[in-house]
């Protein structure tokens, strides 16, 4: 009876050690749905995306793909051979999205210029209360990105800095570029980003109210972990700051405690340059 007991005990430990747990399935939410792309040999199919193109990956090498110098958001499509099999695209923007097209091959395209600026859900969305639709936007944060002139509200500890860089306005948005790098082995993955308005000073025995402040777009070029560092851009309505307040940028780790963060005051604000 005891050898049988030990016998059991030996099979369903055999049995939990080889078992596996099956996989989770994909949200059909998660699914990025691809485009349909036609290409030719003996012609260049011209991609316009509504932001700058920050990486190109193709399926097989015989989908060339080449970014147009001088204009960051063009991609020039080719094929390398006649008839080739199936194959797929993906790029990325400097915005953070995502664009999936299955790639086929077709003596004659049905198209040779694509716009995705006007293609739903691609094309400009308008805010609220704002001039500025959602291309014209990403197109001012870019330059923006390439234009800090400011080395303010720094934080530097556990080897990570933030710093703001510029305060832009272009009508009623503003623009406000901030650098953050990592200079440690460990990478930095961030988990929130948030914005409030504070009181500089605030009395014994009250309560802290912040007023949080949502951005209208968020844009985000390079990596912490890179010599330069990441630019990123935050949009907002055109809001000022009273003198006994200051507005903070929150950054959280994920799954860590460099938890950075940044003020911009009065002063600051009032140095921000118009964008033509």
Request: proline content about 6%; glycine content about 6%.
């Amino acid at each position: 009876m005891k050898r049988l007991f030990i016998a059991l005990i030996a099979l369903m430990a055999g049995v939990s050690a080889n078992g596996q747990t099956p996989p989770a399935s994909i949200h059909p939410d998660a699914v990025l749905q691809p485009l349909g792309l036609e290409i030719t040999w003996h012609k260049t199919t011209l991609i316009l995306f509504p932001a700058p193109i920050q990486s190109a990956d193709r399926g097989d090498s015989y989908v060339l793909a080449e970014k147009v110098k001088g204009a960051e958001n063009a991609l020039k499509v080719k094929a390398g051979q006649k008839d080739f099999e199936q194959s797929n695209l993906q790029v990325i923007t400097t915005d953070g999205k995502v664009y999936s097209f299955t790639v086929n091959y077709a003596a004659q395209p049905l198209a040779t210029t694509i716009d995705l600026r006007k293609q739903p859900p691609f094309a400009p969305v308008t805010f609220k209360d704002v001039s500025l639709n959602s291309g014209q936007v990403a197109q001012y944060a870019t330059i923006v990105s390439a234009k800090p002139f400011l080395k303010k509200g720094r934080y530097h500890k556990n080897g990570i800095e933030l710093k703001l860089t510029g305060v832009y306005v272009k009508g009623d948005v503003l623009f406000l570029s901030y650098n953050l790098k990592n200079a440690t082995p460990l990478s930095f993955e961030p988990a929130s980003l948030r914005f409030f308005v504070r009181d500089k000073k605030k009395a014994k025995r009250t309560a802290i109210q912040d007023k949080e402040v949502q951005p209208l777009a968020m844009h985000y070029y390079g990596a912490p972990e890179q010599a330069t560092g990441q630019t990123v851009v935050a949009v907002f309505p055109k809001f000022t700051i009273a003198e006994k307040k200051y507005f903070t940028l929150e950054l959280m780790e994920q799954n860590g405690d460099r938890n950075p963060a940044t003020r911009l005051d009065q002063r600051l604000l009032l140095r921000a340059r118009t964008l033509q």
